[in-house]
């Protein structure tokens, strides 16, 4: 069964600090990786999205890296703000099937 | 602008009632889907649809019906066979293609059973 797990489950960081956020996966045949960002309430939005090719992609102060071999992702929040505090969420997709396997989440608050 | 619109954002069913969730898009996307998120839990997967008059399975189905006569429209109706249908629904959509796909989301709805 194709799954994708993510850690930590919540974390709490100061404003301005890094944090790095964990992504397994073990689906297969592998087509795309995506990161959303999910405001309480609202939709998840896209962050970004990789393939089997991409190594590493930033939007602004988020970079995502993954790597295929071992089936690992992060993403990288640099220096935090108070509005990143949300929900992220690693999403799997397999090759030519368009059902996509969710991770639970993670989910990050940043306090002043 | 382009985007998908669910509708009501919040809704209220009384026990042993069938309730509609309406999902429109209009980005002309092959495929649409419905996701249940409960506290604490990852979005699971109801109803997919990769082409108007056909849909599949998810992991969760049972107590939920779907249609898909329009290509811009994929409503999910709880049923009162669902026994725990209070919870925050998401559709979304996306194009049908190799890798790279990505899903939109529409706002999601808020379903509390009173």
């Known amino acids: 069964k194709n799954q994708v797990e993510q850690s930590p489950q919540s974390l709490i960081i100061l404003e301005g600090k890094n944090c790095t956020l964990q992504?397994?996966?073990?689906?297969?045949?592998?087509?795309?990786l995506r990161w959303y960002k999910q405001d309480t309430g609202r939709g998840p939005v896209s962050l970004t999205i990789?393939?089997?090719?991409?190594n590493t992609k930033s939007n602004g102060r988020y970079t995502a890296t993954l790597d295929a071999d071992t089936k690992q992702s992060s993403l990288h929040i640099t220096a935090s703000q108070l509005s990143d505090s949300a929900s992220y969420i690693c999403v799997v997709s397999e090759w030519g099937y368009q059902k996509v396997t969710f991770g639970t989440g993670t989910k990050l608050q940043v306090i002043p | 602008d382009g985007g998908i619109t669910q509708s009501p954002k919040y809704l209220f069913r009384k026990e042993g009632q069938n309730v509609t969730l309406s999902c429109e898009q209009n980005l002309n996307h092959d495929a649409m889907y419905w996701y249940r998120q409960d506290p604490g839990q990852g979005l699971r997967l109801i109803y997919y649809?990769?082409?108007?008059?056909?849909?599949q399975k998810g992991d969760i189905a049972e107590g939920y019906s779907v249609s898909r006569e329009k290509k811009e429209s994929f409503p999910l109706t709880v049923t009162s066979a669902q026994k725990n249908p209070t919870a925050f629904y998401l559709c979304a959509s996306s194009m049908i293609g190799t890798g790279g796909t990505e899903a939109f989301f529409g706002q999601g709805t808020r379903l509390t059973v009173v």
């Open positions: 990789m393939t089997f090719s991409e």
């Open positions: 649809s990769q082409i108007v008059n056909d849909f």
């Open positions: 992504c397994n996966y073990t689906v297969s045949p592998f087509s795309n």
